[in-house]
Nanobody, 125 residues
Framework: QLQLVESGGGLVQPGGSLRLSCTTTGSSLAHSAIGWFHQAPGKEREEVSC????????NYEHSVKGRFTISRDNAKNTVYLQMTGLKAEDTGTYFCAARPEFCGFGSTAADFGAWGQGTQVTVSQ
């Protein structure tokens, strides 16, 4: 079972940027698709982006297209979520999660087996 660790969250002003990282200790991410999920206060966890194990396939939720970029460096065992043009509604906890090889179409949190503990992103003046 993969143990994922997120980092990079923080407090940022609207329009600002953050880069989140997802890594693992002891195991390789190379055969896992990695999804980033956003959980706003009082709401369900929703996928915002996913990248396939090879890195050739990516998905984005429509509200983050053009603002967020997902990437991975399998040599560093790390997946990144570059977030730009941040908005107040991006506030929440961001989790990374793993599933085998491919992201799938219309996937949900239930399709992912291993999760990190989350990193908090707050977008505020």
């Amino acid at each position: 079972q993969l143990q994922l660790v997120e980092s990079g969250g923080g407090l940022v002003q609207p329009g600002g940027s953050l880069r989140l990282s997802c890594t693992t200790t002891g195991s390789s991410l190379a055969h896992s698709a990695i999804g980033w999920f956003h959980q706003a206060p009082g709401k369900e966890r929703e996928e915002v982006s996913c990248i396939s194990a090879s890195g050739t396939g990516t998905n984005y939720e429509h509200s983050v297209k053009g603002r967020f970029t997902i990437s991975r460096d399998n040599a560093k065992n790390t997946v990144y979520l570059q977030m730009t043009g941040l908005k107040a509604e991006d506030t929440g906890t961001y989790f990374c999660a793993a599933r085998p090889e491919f992201c799938g179409f219309g996937s949900t949190a239930a399709d992912f087996g291993a999760w990190g503990q989350g990193t908090q992103v707050t977008v505020s003046q």
